[in-house]
């Protein structure tokens, strides 16, 4: 049963930095893909970033120069570093783990955790 938790998410400023990490425990393969989705109140949930097991990145355009999605396969954990972080950032951000992450629907989705940038 593979879990994934998520940690880092919280209350900022507009202009200010936060850092996301989730940490994968069960049976995992380096080679598969992790990365992050988010869901605004009342939109669509999004791909924001993901890394894939050989370490090749995908951004939203909304987030690309401001977020870095990095991963320690070692320790089946993955970030998501944000900078200049803007209020249409706010969102639940929730970890996802899977063959397809982009492009497709990922197998494996954290809880989520709730990221607010206020004015």
């Known amino acids: 049963q593979v879990q994934l938790e998520e940690s880092g998410g919280g209350l900022v400023q507009a202009g200010e930095s936060l850092r996301l990490s989730c940490a994968a425990s069960?049976?995992?393969?380096?080679?598969?893909?992790m990365g992050w989705y988010r869901q605004a109140p009342g939109k669509e949930r999004e791909l924001v970033a993901a890394?894939?097991?050989?370490?090749?990145?995908n951004y939203a355009d909304s987030v690309k120069g401001r977020f870095t999605i990095s991963r320690d396969s070692a320790k089946n954990t993955v970030y998501l570093q944000m900078n200049s972080l803007k209020p249409e950032d706010t969102a639940v951000y929730y970890c996802?783990?899977?063959?397809?992450?982009?492009?497709?629907?990922?197998?494996?989705w954290g809880q989520g955790t709730q990221v607010t940038v206020s004015t």
């Open positions: 996802v783990l899977g063959k397809t992450v982009v492009g497709g629907t990922p197998r494996y």
């Open positions: 069960g049976s995992i393969f380096s080679r598969l893909s």
């Open positions: 890394v894939t097991g050989s370490g090749s990145t």
